[in-house]
């Protein structure tokens, strides 16, 4: 299968500070990006989805300014998590997907922790 | 809309056994795709088996097969000669075109399986 890389695998940032967490896709064109969270033992939330050259659909609830994401390329996406505090910490994964391709494909997914 | 409920939070099975994971959702959409996903410790998300909806047959890969009724909206997931490795999280997850070709997956809550030596 294809191969979605995703950087970095776990940081620490200090509350008030910004992070960004890269999604690559190594071996394709990925036309659309999936942003998920993941709380302990819990299912993935979908944060928003994002086009590449476009703006992306954040689901409702996801602050858009608070979490930005930008897909400038096929083959990279990024989430910034803006003046992270506590509660922000969790695990983030990304998935790509080729147009008209039915089949996502997972980043390792980032454990973010906030101090 | 679509929901996708998984009504089993944990399951055990012993090696070598079989194992069921039952999956129901909901959609109004004829096109649409299921999906099973496996996530182990390390957390990444690893695809299972897949079935397009428009299929009857049901979908097989090596010792995994699934139990598609459309009708009752049902799709079970059916792990034969469990290994320790099978061990993990399990997803179930439909997805149909939300626009543009984007497919937007939305997960059930999950299955932990547990194999037992």
């Known amino acids: 299968g294809a191969v979605v890389s995703q950087h970095p695998s776990r940081v620490i940032c200090k509350s008030g500070t910004s992070v960004k967490i890269e999604c690559r896709s190594l071996?394709?064109?990925?036309?659309?990006m999936f942003w998920y969270r993941q709380f302990p033992k819990q299912s993935l939330m979908l944060m928003a989805t994002?086009?590449?050259?476009?703006?992306?659909?954040?689901e409702q609830g996801v602050e858009k300014d608070k979490f930005l994401i930008n897909h400038a390329s096929l083959t990279l996406s990024t989430l910034t998590v803006t003046s992270a505090h506590p509660e922000d910490s969790s695990f983030y994964i990304c998935?790509?997907?080729?147009?008209?391709?039915?089949?996502?494909?997972f980043g390792q997914g980032t454990r973010l922790t906030v101090v | 809309a679509q929901t996708v409920t998984q009504s089993q939070p944990e399951m055990s099975v012993q090696e070598a056994e079989t194992v069921t994971l039952s999956c129901t959702y909901d959609?109004?959409?004829?096109?649409?795709?299921l999906f099973w996903y496996k996530q182990p410790p390390s957390r990444q998300m690893i695809l299972v088996i897949r079935?397009?909806?428009?299929?009857?047959q049901n979908a097989t890969e090596n010792r995994f097969s699934v139990n598609f009724q459309k009708a009752a909206k049902s799709f079970s997931l059916k792990i034969s000669d469990s290994q320790l490795g099978d061990a993990a999280m399990y997803f179930c997850?439909?997805?149909?075109?939300?626009?543009?070709?984007?497919?937007?997956?939305?997960f059930g809550k999950g299955t932990k399986l547990s194999v037992i030596p």
């Open positions: 998935s790509a997907r080729a147009l008209m391709n039915t089949e996502a494909f």
């Open positions: 071996d394709f064109q990925a036309t659309t």
């Open positions: 994002s086009n590449e050259g476009s703006k992306a659909t954040y």
């Open positions: 959609t109004s959409e004829s096109d649409y795709y």
């Open positions: 079935q397009e909806a428009y299929k009857q």
């Open positions: 997850a439909s997805a149909l075109d939300s626009g543009a070709g984007s497919y937007q997956l939305t």
